[in-house]
């Protein structure tokens, strides 16, 4: 292993897929590009990183049953298994934790509808987030962003100073149970994991990503995930 520290993956497939408009059936993690579903290529990412010990898959309990027979026969490096979700990401994410061998030091977290996250990205910012406690992929935006209040523009902050943040996010697992029972206790519920070490006061440090590591959100991204995949594919073909 690239990390000598036992390191656990947890996969955040719990969304309920609400603005993918119906065209996601059960769960947008059950979408197909390329004859792989959206949760596999996310997984088989981790199976060959290279630097996890474990992969724990946080879902929907009545989904437990769909998602783990995607794995019956595939090739296993690590061992998989299944949180229950919660009601809010920051509470499965935390279930996930819980699940994880007590022997793990570093925490990935991952979106399960990432499904073009690389081996590489994984390992880049397991080892950031080993060296400065937290850390998070992430990208500049392309975009000029506009603050509004009452759709009336209020501010335009220097755009070399914003990034549109991606998983993984990586903790050292004691610095993220700190920090999120500090937010427990101040009723604070973070949409970002890493939102909950800033609150604390940790640093979180900013990995390089890469603009194809897209969230099948809605279904707009599905024309773009066929493009990545068709993409990958001839970049494969051609070596």
């Known amino acids: 292993m690239v990390n000598e520290k036992f390191t656990s993956a947890v996969i955040c497939a719990a969304g309920a897929s609400s603005r993918m408009k119906g065209a996601a059936g059960k769960s947008k993690q059950l979408l197909s ?3 792989m579903t959206v949760l596999e290529r996310t997984v088989n990412a981790f199976m060959n990183d290279g630097v996890t010990d ?3 898959i946080v879902c929907p309990v009545e989904l437990t049953e769909d998602f783990s027979k995607l794995f019956e026969n595939a090739p296993k490096t690590k061992p998989i298994r299944f949180a229950k979700g919660g009601a809010e990401r ?4 935390k279930n996930g934790v819980d699940a994880c061998d007590e022997r793990a030091e570093i925490i990935v977290v991952h979106d399960g509808a990432r499904p073009f996250v690389t081996p590489n990205l994984i390992m880049q910012v397991t080892q950031d987030g080993d060296k400065y406690g937290c850390a ?3 990208v500049p935006v392309k975009d000029t962003i506009k603050i509004a209040r009452d759709g009336v523009v209020c501010d ?3 755009r070399d100073e914003l990034f549109a943040v991606q998983t993984p996010q990586v903790f050292v697992k004691s610095l993220y149970l700190k920090a999120f029972a500090s937010a427990e206790e101040k009723g604070i519920i973070c949409t970002d994991d890493c939102r909950l070490i800033e609150l604390y006061g940790g640093t979180v440090k900013i990995t390089a990503g890469d603009y194809n590591n897209i969230k099948i959100t809605t279904p707009e991204d ?6 990545i995949t068709e993409a990958r594919s001839a970049v494969s073909l051609e070596n």
């Open 90 to 93: 920051q509470i499965s994410v």
């Open 222 to 227: 599905i024309v773009l995930a066929d493009a």
């Open 156 to 158: 335009t902050p220097p």
């Open 54 to 56: 474990e992969i724990i």
């Open 136 to 138: 998070t992929l992430a």
């Open 33 to 35: 590009f390329g004859g």
